[in-house]
């Protein structure tokens, strides 16, 4: 299924409940206690584990959630072993991703509000294709230009003036997620 089909919410929530299945059966083997809940948000399937007690679960995010991204990866690949399509879907522990995203968001404007009072171009330290997405969301959403440089792991967000209205490249971390 290519990228510019759109799935059904039906093909979404099938996507979210094998995703479900599989993590529920993750927390039982390393016999962590939590919750899943599902949802589609933006047209994407959304699994997230939650707790009362969430120091078992603490450990399912990791270092700066390298944990969380690799339990997401794993997920997807169970999704598409069971539908044979790619999936998009989020996972998240513990409201991380929010909290990272609020993170993400004053480092993001901080960078816009240095851009702006400089004029110079403000680089960014290396981030995930996750975390670069959302910088450069709320970049255009205010008004200036990013662009992403370098190689993976160290790709970085580069925040700067717009030179004119038709300045507008599309950067590939735009259609990353």
């Known amino acids: 299924m290519s990228q510019v089909d759109e799935?059904?919410?039906?093909?979404?929530?099938?996507?979210?409940?094998?995703?479900?299945?599989?993590?529920?059966?993750?927390?039982?083997?390393?016999?962590?206690?939590?919750d899943i809940e599902m949802g589609v948000r933006n047209n994407r399937p959304m699994v997230q584990i939650v707790a009362d007690d969430d120091s078992d679960i603490k450990h399912l995010i990791g270092r700066d959630g390298e944990v969380v991204d690799a339990l997401q990866q794993l997920t997807r690949l169970a999704v598409q072993q069971k539908t044979g399509d790619r999936s998009h879907l989020i996972v998240d522990v513990d409201g991380f991703l929010?909290?990272?995203?609020?993170?993400?968001?004053n480092l993001a404007l901080d960078?816009?509000?240095?851009?702006r009072e400089t004029g110079e171009v403000v680089n960014l330290e290396p981030m995930n294709s996750f975390e670069r997405k959302v910088v450069h969301d709320l970049v255009r959403e205010e008004g200036l230009k990013s662009r992403s440089h370098g190689e993976e792991p160290n790709r970085y967000v580069s925040v700067y003036m717009r030179?004119?209205?038709?300045?507008d490249v599309v950067d590939e971390d735009e259609v990353e997620e």
Request: net charge negative.
């Open 163 to 167: 030179a004119n209205v038709d300045d």
């Open 98 to 105: 929010k909290r990272k995203r609020m993170h993400l968001r």
């Open 111 to 115: 960078a816009i509000d240095e851009a």
């Open 7 to 34: 799935k059904t919410i039906d093909q979404l929530n099938e996507e979210a409940d094998t995703a479900a299945d599989y993590l529920e059966g993750l927390l039982d083997i390393v016999d962590y206690e939590g």
